[in-house]
């Protein structure tokens, strides 16, 4: 069985979206039980670990995410922290380069585009700007990419898409991933405690509620990476497929939880820690390089061309989300997956 396709399953039933957010993480952590039962031949086999251990492993994240929670719901924030950095200390970074183009989305309803600066993260001198959101931090300017532009679009709440902004970035060297990507299989011991945490920091919020116990784990799972970033002193990242995928609201595209398919709905933050007196981080400036911005409005005036229907065979590269990546993804230097009609002149 596809893990992530049965995540999504789990993440959208009746008991992951009722009930207090204790309740709703136990559930899908338990439904990842039965299905590493089911699985548990191919797991134990992947792992070299008897079954026994790896329930045991699932028992006591699951036991550590509960006092988490109850910590942090009874006003025991420190705690929550505190215990939050111990469950994850051994919990490694992956060192990486990510080569794949990355893309940010900026609501504007105005017909001038943003700046690079104003598509950078929200400055420092605005900290007053930033709420909490799941992989976010009240007061902390983060920048926020993903893997396509379709993405940043949903995350964006599906502002006005002619109007909106965009651009792409990638990046120069290697950079801290603390990865949250669901594994379509269960191939390594490390990967259990893993996906637990991954489920527990993936259930839907409401977004008209003022605080979400649903962001609870992943802030205090970020509070816990800024402070082992400080002590390497380097940049880092976390990647997580986005919940509007897991949790079955990314509705425009199907698709079918191939690797290709789910490379789109990959959501990056990178939290810029370090002001030093600056408006943007200098650490991620330098690791990135940043195209220009576009707006779908202005290809429609200045490159109506562009809006020839491709012959590409995935539709997604065919929407006009596919052309704004492709049009990025050539700023950028990276081939475009979009194929356009070539017309032959007789």
């Not at 931090?137 to 993903?146: A, D, K």
Request: charged share 25%.
């Amino acid at each position: 069985m596809n893990l992530i396709e049965q995540s999504s399953k789990w993440l959208q039933s009746d008991k992951c979206r009722t009930g207090s957010i204790i309740n709703k993480t136990e559930a899908v952590i338990s439904s990842f039980g039965r299905y590493v039962s089911d699985e548990r031949e191919e797991i134990c086999n992947n792992t070299g670990l008897p079954y026994s251990a790896v329930s045991r492993k699932i028992e006591m994240t699951s036991k550590s995410i509960r006092r988490i929670l109850t910590a942090f719901l009874g006003g025991n924030h420190e705690d929550a922290l505190i215990l939050t950095y111990q469950m994850m200390k051994a919990m490694k970074f992956d060192f990486i380069k990510i080569e794949k183009p990355l893309y940010k989305c900026r609501a504007n309803e105005k017909m001038y585009p943003f700046s690079k600066n104003e598509m950078f993260h929200i400055p420092f001198d605005k900290r007053h700007l930033v709420g909490n959101q799941r992989f976010s931090l009240s007061g902390l300017p983060c920048l926020y990419l993903g893997g396509s532009s379709y993405i940043c679009w949903e995350e964006l709440g599906r502002k006005d898409f002619n109007t909106s902004n965009y651009c792409g970035y990638s990046l120069k060297e290697n950079v801290n991933v603390f990865d949250l990507i669901l594994p379509e299989k269960i191939t390594n011991e490390h990967q259990i405690r893993r996906v637990v945490l991954t489920l527990a920091c993936s259930i839907a919020a409401d977004r008209e509620h003022i605080f979400k116990p649903e962001y609870i784990l992943p802030q205090c799972l970020l509070h816990s990476l800024i402070k082992r970033s400080k002590e390497s002193q380097s940049v880092f990242c976390v990647r997580y497929y986005s919940t509007h995928l897991l949790n079955g609201d990314a509705d425009y595209f199907e698709h079918d939880f191939s690797e290709d398919s789910l490379s789109r709905y990959v959501n990056y933050v990178f939290p810029a820690t370090s002001s030093q007196g600056e408006e943007y981080s200098s650490e991620l400036r330098k690791v990135f390089d940043q195209t220009d911005t576009i707006s779908p409005i202005r290809e429609i005036l200045l490159n109506p061309s562009n809006l020839m229907d491709s012959n590409s065979e995935d539709t997604y590269y065919d929407s006009q989300f596919g052309l704004v990546d492709s049009i990025l993804d050539k700023k950028m230097g990276f081939v475009s997956k979009r194929k356009q009609i070539e017309f032959v002149v007789m």
